[in-house]
């Protein structure tokens, strides 16, 4: 193929709004979309759209065209309706759909909090809802062991994320280190894995705060230092209560799931009896608790140090994971 | 002229400092094209013929300000595919607008109305939208019913919440132009701030090629559409580039004056044709052969064309530097007559 030939195609490929197939001299071939050209090179926009390529004009022994071209597609398309219009209650996003919602699941309202400041907006009541990158983000307080399944029905997310705070099995967390799950599993049941494209997504987006992966437990109650202790041989890093029913509720609906739990209390210690179950407010039994002795008291600021660590690491993390997911699934 | 004081200020002051450094080419407004892809396949859109791949990629908001800065025009056309679709626009609306940057979000209005919470009015953003005529002409125009009602209310709701609002009409062959008179009637009517109006780019790759204005036939349309015009119409645009359109002064093209840049980098040499692609403004604007675009280079792709971005700038540029021009637009500006 002669230099002027090359030229020639390399105009051609300039014009084309398809994928063009580069042959090159030493038989490889390259797939893209050729958007620049100079005198001795042009350049290329591999068919994921992600990797440009400069490839020398000396390099190329033919080029042929084996995309679709974009522009006679839309001119056939237009032919054949011409005249026609689209009708009225065409979706407003056209051919390319709505970005849906993300919905994050918590059990207590003291959890919303931090989901609610990583959306920038306030927290009144049992639901928050937000909006990042385009996609709106619902989240919802669904009380302590409870599944969502509900909230998965009214809200029909594309994603959920079960959230909030948890006690640390591995002896090397600490209170405010973040666990993505790798799956979860409840005892005597079978260990549910998470949908692998949310989960590589967060983790990216975590880079650079200290997190964890790796499996969670979900138990019927708050666990004791003992039970800790005792899960602690089976290798999962974190418990919770609500992990595994949200992951089997969003199953069960075909919508994929994510886990991110923030470690309030680490291996070798527990909640108080007064946190161990789901109340309206928390003040007065915790000053009743505090009142019952020195001891007590120490614990209870103890307590209050890492939520407050655990809540600032949720509110960090999920500020990144919203933005990450929902930029994910408007370029889907 | 529905131009803020504000902007007019900070547009002659930009256009002084220019003339001071002597600098012979500049940049007046930034097309800023942060994705190909749109809700709406118009006849005459030459812009989003791309694989599906192509289409789905957006500017980071990094890289728009990045884009603006590198390039320090100070308007900036958020245009496209439809910008309302990017996940992350009002972030970079946001950002351009606290870089000082009048910002002009040309949208078809078809997602404004409820993505109107996302943005905050400001003197520097201006809702830029999309109206080819009257409801018949527009919808036929963008090939869908009830867009033109869809973009009214849209208008209605981005006024009622104080924000400014302009709008954008491509003409084309066919228009009438007592009913286009009418709708200029309409708009004002509406209560915008001013209207743009450019003859269509014959852009090659747009499905329809047989509506699209030559230079004679925009000069005489565009006379009818503008002669005698009304005291409540108000042009967000140059009275120069309105004479212009109607065949009163002629101007050679200036493609420097609104250099686009989108997902391939800053393209050459213009907004309407692609020639390739500069990786930096800097090489866009010094290593251009731009003896090759213009009327009177030759170059059929810019025989037909009197289209804004290339006109706009060469317009606004006369008045500023001569001072025939400037007396010619302070004329239009103190009698309203074109």
Not at chain 1, 230 to 253: F, H, K, N
Request: net charge positive.
């Amino acid at each position: 193929v002669t230099e002027a030939r090359i030229a020639e195609l390399v105009e051609r490929a300039l014009d084309y709004r398809g994928y063009v197939t580069l042959r090159r001299s030493d038989g490889s071939k390259l797939v893209g979309f050729v958007y620049n050209r100079g005198a001795t090179h042009l350049d290329l926009l591999d068919e994921t759209a992600t990797q440009r390529t400069r490839v020398p004009l000396d390099t190329i022994s033919d080029i042929s065209f084996t995309g679709e071209d974009a522009a006679h597609k839309a001119q056939e398309i237009w032919e054949r309706r011409k005249g026609k219009l689209e009708p009225r209650d065409t979706p407003a996003h056209g051919d390319w759909g709505e970005a849906g919602k993300i919905l994050v699941l918590v059990a207590l309202r003291e959890e919303l909090h931090s989901v609610a400041r990583a959306l920038g907006v306030s927290a009144r009541g049992a639901v928050v809802r937000g909006r990042v990158s385009g996609s709106d983000v619902v989240a919802v307080a669904i009380g302590m062991g409870a599944d969502g399944r509900r909230a998965i029905g009214d809200h029909r997310p594309w994603l959920v994320m079960a959230c909030g705070f948890s006690g640390g099995l591995d002896p090397s967390l600490v209170a405010g280190d973040l666990v993505v799950a790798t799956g979860v599993r409840s005892p005597g049941r079978n260990t549910l894995l998470a949908p692998e494209p949310p989960r590589k997504a967060a983790v990216v987006a975590l880079d650079g705060v200290r997190h964890f992966e790796g499996e969670l437990v979900t138990a019927a109650s708050v666990v004791t230092v003992d039970e800790k202790r005792s899960l602690a041989g089976s290798r999962a890093l974190a418990v919770d209560m609500e992990t595994y029913s949200i992951a089997q509720a969003a199953t069960e609906a075909g919508v994929p799931w994510l886990a991110l739990r923030a470690i309030v209390d680490s291996l070798d210690s527990s909640l108080p009896p007064f946190a161990r179950k789901g109340r309206r407010g928390y003040l007065w039994p915790a000053l009743r608790y505090a009142m019952s002795g020195p001891r007590a008291a120490m614990e209870l600021l103890q307590l209050a140090r890492n939520a407050h660590r655990a809540g600032a690491a949720l509110e960090a993390g999920l500020r990144r994971l919203c933005r990450a997911l929902a930029l994910a699934e408007a370029r889907r | 002229m529905g131009i803020p004081a504000a902007q007019m200020a900070t547009v002659a002051t930009y256009l002084l400092k220019q003339r001071l450094a002597r600098r012979d080419r500049y940049p007046l407004v930034l097309m800023l094209e942060p994705l190909f892809r749109c809700n709406l396949s118009c006849t005459g859109c030459g812009k989003i013929q791309y694989p599906v791949q192509i289409l789905r990629k957006h500017l980071s908001v990094e890289e728009c300000v990045s884009a603006s800065d590198e390039c320090g025009a100070p308007i900036v056309s958020v245009a496209g595919g439809e910008p309302l679709m990017h996940p992350d626009i009002a972030q970079i609306v946001r950002a351009l607008v606290e870089h000082r940057r009048f910002v002009y979000l040309c949208t078809n209005a078809i997602l404004l109305e409820r993505k109107l919470d996302e943005f905050e009015p400001s003197k520097y953003l201006s809702f830029s939208v999309h109206m080819d005529g009257p409801r018949t002409e527009h919808d036929h125009s963008v090939c869908r019913e009830g867009v033109y009602d869809v973009a009214v209310s849209a208008i209605r709701a981005a006024l009622a919440r104080g924000f400014r609002v302009t709008t954008n009409t491509t003409v084309f062959e066919g228009s009438d132009p007592e009913r286009m008179r009418a709708f200029f009637d309409d708009m004002m009517e509406l209560g915008v701030e001013g209207m743009m109006v450019s003859p269509g780019y014959s852009y090659e790759k747009a499905p329809d090629q047989d509506h699209f204005l030559r230079r004679g036939r925009s000069h005489d349309l565009f006379s009818r559409m503008l002669g005698s015009p009304k005291r409540s119409w108000s042009f967000n645009q140059s009275p120069l580039f309105l004479q212009f359109l109607m065949g009163k002064i002629d101007f050679e093209c200036t493609p420097w004056g609104n250099p686009t840049y989108n997902i391939f980098g800053w393209q050459r040499p213009c907004y309407l044709l692609q020639d390739g692609y500069a990786k930096t403004f800097r090489e866009l604007m010094e290593e251009t052969d731009w003896s090759k675009y213009g009327r009177k280079s030759g170059n059929p792709r810019c025989q037909d064309c009197m289209v804004h971005c290339g006109f706009e700038p060469s317009a606004v540029r006369a008045t500023f530097e001569s001072p025939q021009a400037m007396a010619k637009t302070l004329a239009t500006l103190v009698t309203g007559r074109l």
